[in-house]
């Protein structure tokens, strides 16, 4: 190789211009015997050179490695089983919930009342009049109660002084 | 990607890897454990790597990533702040060029580990180790204008600091 080559190589190196083909060439050029005036950058070289030859100063290094990753394998599997696991929980949990509330919802919308609760008619009609006794029997003890207010009214009126007339004006208003 | 895969493809890289790491922690032990790590990392990633494109790239990123997480909680460790790259100076040399005592190669040695970090690795990544510019852009993470700005000034720093000196006998 003509220097007047690897000097306008050397141009285009310093100025970032060369493709990795030309620097192989320029590296290749510099192991060689170089005149003089180019013993610097033929040391740049041959630096650049002597560490690319480094390596791990292990002898184990591989062995290492290879066994913290079987080390790691099943740690690594059990805890994504354990996350599928977790996703497939949480779902379900959603679904659940999700029935739950929609079930409430339905039940607010349509009461029980109107479903049926009695088969037999007459057993039906029994607990109804049933049921409806004990709310007149309720009525007709809160009515008993209720005059006794009367008697709180009229008691009011007298003292007051007032005419009987007004009281019962009074009494139909309450 | 089973074991063998990996022995097969991602192992080989670990001289590279131990290479880019030294460069920027200057310690081979350390280097030698983050290597460890990257590795490890790439097992338990090894599902994502399908879609990964160039495994060593790739592989040199998290080793970029992982020095550099060492070198900051060095820093932060650190009670006086060390001058950047000094520990690299000596060790980065293998013990054939210590004892044939290139007073120069060490000198270049020294010169490259007091380069910013940037060009460091620039260099590194272009000149020791070949890669082509796209490549170093995504071991990087920069963008192509970033990465050619920094190899010119690394480049330069070189040549003017140690060709330049010497040339003139300065």
């Known amino acids: ?174 | 990607m089973n074991l063998e895969a990996f022995e097969n493809r991602v192992l080989p890289t670990k001289n590279k890897l131990f290479r880019f790491a030294f460069r920027l922690l200057g310690s081979s032990e350390e280097a030698k454990d983050v290597v460890q790590e990257v590795l490890i990392k790439v097992w338990n990633g090894r599902e994502q790597m399908a879609e990964v494109q160039n495994m060593e790239a790739w592989c040199m990123r998290i080793t970029k990533n992982l020095s550099l997480d060492r070198l900051r909680s060095r820093q932060r460790r650190a009670t006086d702040p060390i001058e950047e790259g000094m520990q690299i100076r000596n060790e980065t040399l293998t013990p054939h060029e210590r004892t044939e005592s290139h007073e120069n190669m060490q000198r270049i040695n020294e010169m490259i580990a007091s380069l910013p970090e940037k060009q460091r690795q620039v260099i590194h990544l272009r000149d020791i180790e070949g890669y082509s510019y796209n490549e170093i852009c995504e071991i990087l993470e920069l963008d192509m204008n970033q990465v050619k700005v920094n190899l010119f000034r690394a480049r330069n720093t070189v040549r003017e600091k140690f060709i330049k000196i010497n040339a003139y006998g300065l």
Not at chain 1, 3 to 26: F, R
Not at chain 1, 109 to 119: G, K, L, M, Q, V
Not at chain 1, 141 to 167: L, M, R
């Open chain 1, 1 to 174: 190789m003509d220097s007047k080559h690897i000097e306008a190589l050397l141009e285009k190196y310093w100025n970032c211009e060369t493709s990795l083909e030309e620097e192989q060439q320029l590296r290749e050029y510099y192991r060689g015997e170089v005149p003089e005036s180019m013993k610097e950058v033929a040391q740049v070289f041959q630096y650049f050179d002597s560490q690319q030859k480094q390596q791990v100063n292990s002898v184990d290094f591989d062995a290492t490695v290879k066994k913290k990753i079987k080390q790691q394998q099943p740690d690594a599997k059990v805890v994504r089983l354990f996350q599928n696991y977790g996703r497939i929980a949480a779902g379900l949990l959603v679904v659940v919930a999700a029935t739950y509330f929609v079930r409430q919802e339905v039940r607010k919308a349509y009461p029980p009342e109107i479903a049926d609760t009695y088969s037999d008619p007459k057993l039906a009609l029994e607990e109804t009049k049933k049921a409806l006794m004990m709310i007149s029997k309720g009525f007709s003890k809160a009515q008993k109660e209720a005059g006794k207010i009367k008697v709180f009214n009229e008691a009011e009126v007298k003292i007051q002084g007032k005419t009987p007339d007004e009281s019962e004006a009074n009494d139909t208003k309450i």
